[in-house]
């Protein structure tokens, strides 16, 4: 029985695992054929059952609910799994947009996988596909890292392994570190690198910062409510070159070095090599010093 089939008949399709993505702020975002999902199965799987079970409630929808998180997802998938093999369907839903992209679920779907459950995806929302529709950065080829480290030394190491990556990159943050975050990529990247921030998607008070690391950064510090909400944070990549490549760097560097500043020299070698600005600044502090 397809599943068009079984929403004619007014019933769920049984032992289904259907990934339903929700709203990541406004309502109405909720496609139709999800809400018709979540009236015809089972039970439902959340991330938060509160959370969830508010949007439930705004569709009239009273289900059995399953916490699912990443504190229990291995214990209590297996028993899931047994539910959906014994003929059950069941919604997976995150707090918000997609389950699995950076949100639980993984576990349970790799079991479905493995032990032959279908599982039927729903396209809805995404922060981090919505983000990148409406930043102004490349979108031709993207990276999604989700959520950087929390502590800076972990980060900046995390960041470093990004630093020569063509395409453009997207990652998601919270309001008490994002201008940590944003602080770390300028040190990294450049202050001069390229980015967008995407704020509180969907909701009222919706917003996107787009200038350079640097800029951004004085945004961040010198606005508090730059600094409230959830955030998509979104770095153009490098430019499209072998950092370096057959160019001399040091050369570059010690012939400019003599006429410039270490800071404004690093700054131009940076901009014609692609090799970041921080690594060139401290390569022409050791060259300064040799002379």
Known sequence: MSERQAERGGQSRAGVLYIVATPIGNLDDLSTRAAKILSQVDFVAAEDTRHSGRLLQHLGLSKPMVALHDHNERDRAGGLIDRLQAGESAALVSDA?????????????????????????????????????????????FTFAGFLPAKSG??????????????????????????DTVA?????????????????????????????????????????????????????????????????????LALLLPELPVKKAAKIVAEVSGVSRNELYQRALALRQER
């Open 154 to 179: 972990a980060r900046r190491t995390a960041l470093e392994a990004w630093q020569r990556e063509t395409a453009t990159m997207v990652f998601y943050e919270s309001p008490h570190r994002i201008a």
């Open 184 to 252: 770390d990529m300028a040190l990294v990247f450049g202050e001069d690198r390229e980015m967008a921030i995407a704020r509180e998607l969907t909701k009222t008070y919706e917003s996107f910062y787009h200038g350079t690391a640097g800029q951004l950064l004085e945004v961040l510090r010198e606005d508090a409510n730059a600094r409230r909400g959830e955030f998509v944070v979104m770095v153009r990549g490098a430019r499209d070159v072998e950092p370096g490549g057959d160019l001399d760097v040091d050369r570059l």
């Open 97 to 141: 947009g997609t389950p699995l992209i950076s949100d639980p679920g993984y576990v349970l779907v790799r079991q479905a996988r493995e032990l032959g459950v279908q599982v039927v995806p729903l396209p809805g929302p995404c922060a981090l596909v919505v983000a990148l529709s409406a930043a102004g950065l490349p979108t031709d080829r």
